[in-house]
């Protein structure tokens, strides 16, 4: 048996970051970045969130390849003095930039052999995780996020007139 990205994982690596455009639709980039609970993020703040990640998961991919099981700190957004550029980034630009990104992420990980899908890095919480646990993770981490720009928008929507 072949070691390798399930089907499920990799559909979701090639799609799951276009559900963003979707959930979206109709709303402005001043409504997307109203705060609906106080101390909380915005769901524009949210895609900047899943924009700034992706280079964070690139490099610790790139690490996994060329380090002997490198272990990473919990990603913490609010610590990451680039986070505020992507607050400030406009909407189209970090949608764009997910969707370049997303492209060199799912060639790099489709192109992985078994050898590669193996290799490990140590994450604090969750112990040692391989190339193929560390993708379901960045894609649970998305889906969580994606359900929290739904969230936010269906509330959003119902303030709205009309």
């Not at 705060?35 to 990640?53: E, M, Q, R, T």
């Not at 680039?82 to 406009?90: A, T, V, W």
Request: charged share 25%; hydrophobic share 40%; aromatic share 10%.
């Amino acid at each position: 048996m072949d070691y390798m990205l399930s089907p499920s994982a990799l559909t979701r690596l090639q799609y799951q970051h276009t559900t963003i455009r979707e959930l979206i639709a109709g709303l402005s980039e001043q409504q997307l970045k109203r705060v609906l609970v106080p101390g909380k993020w915005s769901a524009f703040d949210n895609i900047a969130h899943l924009a700034c990640y992706q280079p964070m998961f690139l490099l610790r991919l790139e690490r996994i390849q060329t380090e002997n099981a490198p272990s990473f700190d919990r990603y913490v957004a609010e610590s990451d003095p680039i986070f505020p550029d992507y607050q400030e980034l406009p909407l189209g630009e970090l949608l764009k930039g997910i969707d370049a990104r997303r492209a060199v992420i799912f060639s790099k990980l489709q192109g992985m052999g078994e050898d590669d899908l193996k290799k490990i890095a140590h994450h604090p919480r969750y112990g040692s995780l391989d190339v193929v646990k560390w993708t379901e993770f960045f894609l649970l981490h998305e889906a969580h996020h994606l359900y929290t720009i739904f969230m936010l928008v269906q509330e959003l929507r119902k303030t709205l007139p009309g």
